[in-house]
Nanobody, 123 residues
């Protein structure tokens, strides 16, 4: 499966963005999906994960209450709505898919990765 992350951009603190992770090649409906983010010189950080059905979602504490993850399996797309953005949310955001159908905070659990989309939050 190929993943395409999009929706990044420049936004002021307190603003919102919606990221999309679109799959092609295979249906995404049986895959768990995770979003990670990375800044230069730091390890990739887990943001949120969702299982194949959407019945289970887990948010990192740093984004809980501000970010909302959802999936539209008929459209083969997962969405990350990011509200109340902070400068510390600035990073390249990556989506990833896991064949197991579950999610994990470990990047090693994922089999496919998108190319990343840059989110910049200005203060």
């Amino acid at each position: 499966v190929q993943l395409q992350a999009s929706g990044g951009g420049l936004v002021q603190a307190g603003g919102s963005l919606r990221l999309s992770c679109a799959a092609s090649g295979r249906t995404l409906s049986t895959y768990g999906v995770g979003w990670f983010r990375q800044t230069p010189g730091k390890e990739r950080e887990f943001v949120v994960g969702i299982n194949w059905s959407g019945s289970s979602i887990y948010y990192a504490d740093s984004v809980k209450g501000r970010f909302t993850l959802s999936r539209d399996n008929p459209k083969n797309t997962v969405y990350l709505q990011m509200n109340s953005l902070k400068p510390e949310d600035t990073a390249v955001y990556y989506c990833a898919a896991a064949r197991t159908g579950g999610y994990s905070s470990s990047s090693r659990a994922y089999d496919y990765w998108g190319q990343g989309t840059l989110v910049t939050v200005s203060s």
